[in-house]
């Protein structure tokens, strides 16, 4: 299936409530129903987005990760058997007197579980578990992307593979290493392995978002002369001008050098917070000279 818009779908928008959510889908999916339209092939497909858009909107954690990551990276997350797990809207068919165990086994093709015929008896066909495992990366990492080398031990049996970490992104994301989970029975397929990743702190940098914070601090007499200032950003060496007479806490934008915005694109901006720096020690001209100023107001 085409990767559209969930939202679009249903005939939402971004930032719909639960309610809104749910009252569209009884709406769409009893309409396109297959037990109304039978052997209408546009209906039933149609009927399938319906039912994976609600499947993922109606979940708060999915519905999280899709408005976080956009399709594409959710998508990079969550296989098909990740987003109809838990996934009944039986009731709401019920209610209008439709079918739905046998419509939605026939339609996704047993989605997460199902059964098959073996040595004249049936057997269940089930996906193996799924194990999660927390992936601590650096700040540097986090925003340029790396390739790390993961560890792991399944069944007794010990396993190393290389997880692409993609720019940009952050703590309280999750990867999904497909297959890499409990092994399935009945012939079923092998549950996941999911990444929860924790970014680590960086001693220097601060992070809202995808903007980067570096606080900084200036001289007295810079902050009120003003002037230029060379700042590290995480693209390398950069110059801003500081305006006379600049307080401290104020921001200097700079704008597209944050992080990386995955499902989004683009890049959030850099912002050096100003600091300004009060001597505790003076040197006897340094204190003459104060002097002289404080007599001048300031």
Known sequence: MAQQDYYEILGLKKGATADEIKKAFRKLAVKYHPDKNPGDKKAEDRFKEINEAYAVLSDPQKKSQYDQFGSTGFHQRYSQEDIFRGF??????????????????RIFGGVGGGSFRQGGRYSMRSKG?????ELAISFMEAFAGAEKRVSFTMGGRSEEISVKIPAGIDSG?????????????GGGPAGDMFLDIVVRADPKYLREGADIILPLQISYSHACLGGPLDVATLDGKKRIKIPAGIQSGTKVRLKGLGFPQPGKGGRGDFFVQIQIAVP??????????????AKEGM
């Open 280 to 293: 505790q020690l003076l040197s006897p001209r340094q204190s003459e000279l104060l002097a002289a100023l």
């Open 129 to 133: 578990s799924d194990f999660e495992m």
């Open 88 to 105: 009944n809207a039986g009731d709401i068919f019920k209610e209008f007197g439709l079918g739905s165990d046998d419509v939605f086994s």
């Open 173 to 185: 994301a999750r990867l999904r290493l497909a297959g890499k989970g409990g092994a399935g029975s």
